[in-house]
Nanobody, 129 residues
Framework: QVQLVESGGGLVQAGGSLRLSCTAS????????MGWFRQAPGKEREFVAA????????NYADSVKGQFTISRDNAKNTVYLQMNSLKPEDTAVYYC??????????????????????WGQGTQVTVSS
């Protein structure tokens, strides 16, 4: 059974930073693409960032490019989301997810939530103005 556990969320003032972590168990972490999504109240879940398996190609939503950084440590089975210059509109529940993908275009497919087969429980990020 695959389990994903997020941590690192919390309350932060606008302009601040947070680093989210997601630790996986139950599968060979290094061979899977990992993604971060978020869902704000009253809105649909949206793609934030993704990183492919061992090569580590990244993909970001336009709304977070230059602001968020995704990375992974395969030795620790953990993917990170460094969030800087946070804004109130970044307030949401952040979810990590995992998908298996092969091929050159995995970083493109990684922006689609339906491609993922396992999800974490989410961690709340609240940015105050």
């Amino acid at each position: 059974q695959v389990q994903l556990v997020e941590s690192g969320g919390g309350l932060v003032q606008a302009g601040g930073s947070l680093r989210l972590s997601c630790t996986a168990s139950g599968r060979t972490f290094s061979t899977y693409t990992m993604g971060w999504f978020r869902q704000a109240p009253g809105k649909e879940r949206e793609f934030v960032a993704a990183i492919t398996d061992t090569i580590g190609i990244t993909n970001y939503a336009d709304s977070v490019k230059g602001q968020f950084t995704i990375s992974r440590d395969n030795a620790k089975n953990t993917v990170y989301l460094q969030m800087n210059s946070l804004k109130p509109e970044d307030t949401a529940v952040y979810y990590c997810a995992t998908m298996y993908c092969s091929g050159w275009d995995c970083y493109v497919k990684a922006s689609s939530s339906i491609k993922y087969d396992y999800w974490g429980q989410g961690t709340q990020v609240t940015v105050s103005s």
